[in-house]
């Protein structure tokens, strides 16, 4: 592979953002199409954005959740603008499905004083000091901005109409503004990559997830880590702004996503000091890129030539370490050992 070669990126949400920024590290010959009119306006508009490795997961997969966190720090010392708030995590009556070794068990006394403002406390928590959260808008956005600084071509307001391939190779995309030519197209559309890819002959296993994304205005800043418990699970986006997350349950009048919303809020009024003073100021639906495992899909398809899938959850998590070793491969011709778990190719592999 040569440096100069055509780079088409499809989708600007957060982890095609990231790709951007990526590969225009390394070629200036990258373009990066996006449907809506800026970057960051589906699943990352209505994302939680906690980095959040300490989950359990597969061993195979344990290396890039494992470096997410220096990655970050990584992209700190590169791009000054890049804010993220490292105030740590605090969980607690919830199920059980952490690495521990990455958290500290602390006591009362300790989650007082970590989170002066909560009007009951359990006998004990777990705490990631070391985990983050950001404004996924605002960081996607200035991934896209450097990009283009590096020499990246932009083009929003232009949808993707259709993969062409010539001899089992992809050559560029049919879109909204007319025929964009490629040497290599990297699908960064979330769980829009299986409408896209069908047409090929071939199934992406990704599904969307809804999540429930609940906005508040806060008169002060009321929480200071990301607590995460059997009530609710919150966290400051600014001082005068507060986030939840709830699960989507259906669309019942009981259960939907606003009655969802509404009780969230309730709570958190309820549960926190100073917690009247809030108001209620959103509630949106994200529709999360679930593959079938639960676990990223990167790399080349391996009958298509040039066609390179990027999709996972969770995008704010993995984006950045997974679009650095993406892009060597893209670039350099290599396969990066810490994606070799991530292939599409998984999905088909029977067992005898």
């Not at 906005?215 to 939840?244: C, G, P, W, Y």
Request: hydrophobic letters at 40%.
């Amino acid at each position: 592979m040569m440096k100069n070669q055509k780079i088409v990126i499809v989708g600007a949400g957060f982890v095609g953002a990231a790709m951007a920024y990526s590969l225009s590290k390394q070629n200036q010959n990258v373009t990066l199409i996006e449907t809506n009119s800026s970057a960051a306006c589906e699943a990352t508009q209505k994302s939680f954005a906690w980095i959040h490795p300490s989950g359990r997961v597969l061993e195979k997969f344990r290396y890039l959740y494992d470096a997410s966190i220096a990655e970050y720090h990584e992209l700190e010392k590169e791009l000054p603008g890049l804010e993220i708030k490292w105030d740590g995590a605090l969980t607690w009556e919830v199920p059980t499905d952490i690495e521990k070794s990455r958290k500290q068990l602390v006591k009362r006394q300790q989650i007082i004083e970590l989170e002066p403002n909560l009007k009951e406390y359990p006998k004990e928590a777990y705490y990631a000091h070391d985990e983050g959260a950001l404004d996924p808008i605002l960081t996607a956005k200035l991934f896209v901005k450097k990009a283009e600084e590096n020499g990246a071509n932009i083009l929003f307001d232009t949808k993707v109409m259709q993969i062409i391939t010539e001899a089992s190779k992809v050559v560029g995309v049919n879109t909204s503004k007319g025929f964009i030519e490629s040497d290599v197209l990297v699908l960064a559309t979330g769980a829009a990559i299986p409408e896209l890819c069908k047409p090929l002959g071939f199934d992406v296993p990704v599904a969307p997830s809804p999540s429930i994304l609940i906005r508040m205005k806060s008169k002060e800043k009321l929480i200071h880590t990301l607590v995460s418990n059997a009530k609710f699970e919150a966290r400051q986006l600014t001082d005068d702004t507060l986030l939840a997350a709830e699960d989507y349950i259906d669309e019942s009048e009981q259960n939907g996503p606003e009655a969802v919303g509404k009780r969230a809020f309730e709570i958190l009024r309820h549960s926190l000091k100073g917690g009247e003073k809030l108001v209620l100021e959103s509630i949106k639906v994200g529709l999360r890129p679930m593959p079938e495992d639960g676990y990223p899909i990167v790399g080349f398809h391996d009958q298509i030539k040039g066609l390179y899938l990027t999709v996972m959850h969770s995008a704010v998590t993995l984006a950045p370490i997974i679009s650095r070793l993406a892009a060597n491969e893209i670039i350099n011709n290599v396969q990066m050992k810490e994606l070799e778990s991530c292939r599409l190719i998984r999905f088909s592999c029977e067992v005898d």
